[in-house]
């Protein structure tokens, strides 16, 4: 099999999540990387071991022995680099929220159907084997009608007013941080597993931290704790905090979320909750390997990963046996997997969330901040 050769767009947390999950994949080779402009690339060289590290990603785009792209940097350059990637002929695979509008998101899935190109957003999440089974329960109708959906993404690294990431400011990440951030795996994650969309809502945001002190300096996703006083300067923020979500599913189905990055202890407790007519089951991925069902009249059960055990078609989102847990690189891998399969050969299912995925991510996204303004539901 032909090696498909991939280039990685950002040196940051993900882009070191990205390069590993793809180095397991066999069949994919991560031959170049571009970094940030005026970054020293020598480190970057022996910490990868890739020997193409550049700080000029346009000029990356136009090797034509490169097939494939990995969009890992701040969100404001997502849609100019998937661009012209696209038009240079690679495929890519963007980080999530997929642009800053709903209608750049569009312009990005137009300009990759219109090429003929793979593209897909990354939504991981949606890739851990108890999860899939949650899935097949729920397609198989084990859970009934689909009533309540409730849930959380909490996390705790922004909790202080000096703690900082380019997140925090909309001109690098949008209008919305905890919703974009996190809560667009929440609203993707509850549409993927019960196959219904949400239909209207009534969000809530509040931005606590009104000033925050940036550092001098450039400080990782979930770093930066340990900085001195005089290390810092103060700026006002323009992105939330904290997001509550009533959402509709339809006719019937009803249910709330609340995303956080101010909640203490919680590092990334992602939670879902759906109960049907049937029976109910819960998810938390701080114990990725274990799902939680509940009954009326019987006793409520755990499920541990074990393919052996999970529903044939969840099955196959599992690599390892039972007792071994398989978690966030896993989850990435799994839909890279897909991914690249869909490159190989374009009779492949496409089996993973595309561009058309991040749209409506973004286009929900948008409704909880007009919801929040109008103080009043919307339509979606």
């Not at 997929?98 to 569009?106: F, I």
């Not at 949400?198 to 770093?223: A, N």
């Not at 700026?235 to 904290?242: G, L, S, V």
């Not at 409520?300 to 044939?312: E, T, Y």
Request: glycine share 8%.
């Amino acid at each position: 099999m032909k090696k498909i050769r991939t280039a990685m767009l950002g040196t940051g947390f993900m882009g070191k999540v990205h390069t590993e999950a793809v180095r397991r994949l066999g069949n994919v080779e991560v031959v170049a990387l571009a970094a940030s402009p005026g970054r020293d690339v020598g480190p970057l060289k022996d910490s990868y071991n890739i020997d193409y590290v550049t700080n000029d990603w346009e000029k990356l785009l136009q090797d034509p022995d490169i097939d494939a792209v990995h969009i890992c940097t701040p969100n404001s350059q997502h849609a100019p680099m998937t661009s012209a990637a696209l038009k240079a002929g690679k495929h890519v695979l963007c980080e999530k929220p997929l642009a800053m509008s709903s209608a750049e998101a569009k312009q990005m899935l137009d300009l990759a159907e219109s090429k003929g190109l793979v593209h897909a957003t990354n939504h991981n999440l949606r890739y851990y084997p108890v999860v899939q089974h949650a899935r097949q329960m729920i397609a198989a109708g084990d859970l009934g009608e689909i009533l309540v959906v409730q849930g959380t993404y909490s996390q705790d690294w922004l909790l202080y007013d000096t703690d900082f990431n380019w997140r925090i400011l909309a001109d690098a990440n949008g209008p919305s941080r905890v919703v974009g951030d996190i809560g667009s795996h929440w609203m993707d994650m509850i549409q993927h597993l019960t196959g219904l969309k949400i239909t209207s809502l009534c969000g809530d945001i509040q931005t606590f931290h009104k000033t925050r002190k940036r550092p001098k300096g450039s400080v990782e996703t979930f770093s930066g704790k340990t900085l001195a006083p005089s290390d810092y300067e103060e700026i006002r923020i323009d992105t939330e905090d904290f997001a509550s979500v009533l959402v509709q599913l339809g006719p019937r189905c009803r249910g709330a979320y609340t995303v956080s990055q101010v909640s203490s202890g919680n590092k990334n407790s992602f939670r879902f909750e759906i109960y049907g007519t049937k029976c109910g089951v819960s998810w938390n991925q701080e114990s990725p390997d274990h799902l939680w069902i509940g009954h009326r009249n019987a006793p409520n059960q755990i499920i541990v990963k074990d393919p052996s055990l999970l529903a044939a078609k969840a099955a196959a989102f599992a690599d390892l046996p039972g007792g071994h847990s398989e978690g966030y690189d896993d989850s990435h891998k799994q839909l890279f997997r897909r991914f690249y399969q869909r490159i190989a050969d374009r009779s492949a299912p496409i089996d993973y969330p595309t561009f058309a995925d991040g749209v409506r991510g973004m286009h929900l996204i948008e409704k909880v901040l007009e919801s929040s303004k109008r103080r009043a539901w919307v339509d979606c």
